[in-house]
């Protein structure tokens, strides 16, 4: 079951009664990986959202500026469109391999995209191949980041003691924290310190060319990383890698499936609202400079840091499902009134509280999500079931968001349009969740899963 010496991680221990033996240094390293791996993935996605504007002036020249930005919105949707393709083939290799090494390949796979995206020569140089290996980079990212956050999360629960399930899970939140706190801050020092021709010869590549980086922390968490104590234990009672078919995962998984896709969606539609779609936003419909919601997108980036672990506490101690229903509810109902009080009277002040209130929503909403995913599947099937859930979900409510709000708010004129997108997805989401667990009360929430550990 294990490689060479030298080419693998040390597997934890299992003792006599089958529980894997974990030592507080390995729990330190596997929480420190994915939480730095993750961050850097993200890292690597987000700052495509904050320079969409420049990138469509180097890559996708038109004669109408909404056009060209219609393009770059549209080859940004691309890396959803084929995140649930790559988180079910990631994440089905996630259960059949293990944690670490998925994970690991992710990392890479990342790096060398973003690497890719940052060297390409623009349109004037190559012209259509530089479209084209935009896209081209951003299918890989697509494909990478599809089964980051599932395994990710995988990880991080199954090495999480009982009771703590939530709170572990929320550092994969953390790191996406810290991807917006390092990309906002990044393109803030950009924008404010380069001019724009710098920043559009070659100042917007830099933060690219840094995130490849990533790259040296996929080789660690192959090496030093071991696999999760509950995939080692089922390894050891299965006798042999786990396998489930497609048919057999949508047999036994479908409802949990349907009920994660219901936690996430709008959880995912407030971040990339208020994150990714927020740099067209505040420039083309509040008229205000793009440092100002950088600014902003920064500050949350440090209160999330804080917000996301005390969300995963509150989860595990009076329930994620208990949290869930009012916070979905009162972010609906405050959704509409926060755009309303920013665009009637647009100015950075105002930008910046909305900005925290919806970043308190969010952390409050979206803390606990990577444990109550991971908790409605089992071992087996795990990384699967979540990358699947999370992805469409996210493609459908998250990564569309940009291009569906530009095109409803050009055809509406309303530039209130994405207080109802918000809003429009808190009933899909509480929908979902309530339908699918009718009948099923106990579904992930007291951190487990009942179905039986088999090979099958």
């Known amino acids: 079951m294990q490689s060479a010496a030298g080419d693998a991680p040390r597997q934890p221990p299992v003792a006599a009664a089958g529980k894997p033996q974990l030592s507080p240094s390995m729990v330190r390293r596997a929480i420190f990986a994915s939480v730095l791996g993750n961050g850097l993935e993200w890292f ?7 320079f969409s504007k420049i990138i469509a002036q180097v890559f996708f ?18 890396g959803f469109v084929v ?54 980079a951003r299918v890989l990212q697509g494909l990478s980041v599809g089964g980051q ?37 990044t393109g803030y020092l950009l924008t404010t310190y380069l001019s724009h021709a710098s920043l559009v010869a070659w100042g917007w590549r830099l933060p690219f060319l840094c995130g490849a980086l990533a790259g040296p922390i996929g080789f ?44 996430i969606a709008v959880g995912a539609a407030t971040n990339y609202v208020w994150h990714s779609y927020l740099a067209v936003y505040v420039e083309r419909q509040l008229h205000l400079p793009l440092a100002v919601a950088l600014r902003g997108a920064f500050f949350c980036g440090v209160l999330n840091l804080f917000l996301f672990p005390l969300s995963g506490r509150l989860a595990d101690r009076y329930g994620a499902y208990r949290l869930f229903y009012p916070v979905t509810l009162a972010w609906m109902l405050c959704a509409y009134p926060l755009f309303v009080y920013v665009v009637s009277a647009p100015s950075a002040e105002r930008l910046f509280v909305a900005q925290v209130v919806s970043t308190v929503f969010l952390a409050a909403m ?22 699947l859930s999370y992805n469409v979900a996210v493609t459908l409510f998250g990564g569309l968001a940009p291009f569906t709000i530009t095109g409803l708010t050009r055809l509406s004129g309303s530039s209130l349009t994405p207080a109802f997108y918000l809003i429009f997805a808190g009933f899909v989401s509480l929908a979902l969740v309530a339908l699918s667990r009718r009948g099923h009360p106990g579904l992930g929430i007291d951190g487990t899963h009942t179905t039986r550990i088999s090979a099958s």
């Open 61 to 78: 020249p038109a004669g109408s500026g909404f056009v060209s930005l219609m393009l770059t919105l549209a080859t940004f949707a691309i």
């Open 149 to 185: 956050f599932a395994t990710a999360s995988a990880m991080l629960v199954e090495y999480a003691p009982p009771g703590r399930k939530m709170f572990y899970g929320s550092f994969n939140m953390t790191a996406q924290s810290f991807a917006l706190l390092l990309s906002s801050g």
């Open 366 to 387: 979206s803390g606990a999500h990577p444990g109550m995913l991971a908790t409605l599947f089992p071992v087996q099937s795990r990384s699967a079931g979540v990358a």
């Open 44 to 50: 690597d996605f987000l700052i495509y959202g904050y």
């Open 83 to 136: 995140r649930p393709l790559g988180g079910i083939l990631l994440g089905i290799y996630a259960d059949r391999v293990g944690r670490s090494r998925a994970l690991s390949l992710l990392i890479m796979s990342m790096a060398a995209s973003t690497l890719l995206m940052g060297l390409t020569p623009g349109f004037a140089r190559i012209g259509y191949l530089a479209p084209a290996l935009v896209i081209l």
């Open 220 to 263: 660690y968490i192959r090496h030093k990383v071991a696999d999760s104590p509950e995939f080692v234990e089922l390894r050891e009672r299965a006798g042999k890698p786990p396998r489930v078919s497609l048919r057999e995962f949508f047999r036994t998984n479908g409802r949990a499936a349907f009920c994660a896709m219901g936690v």
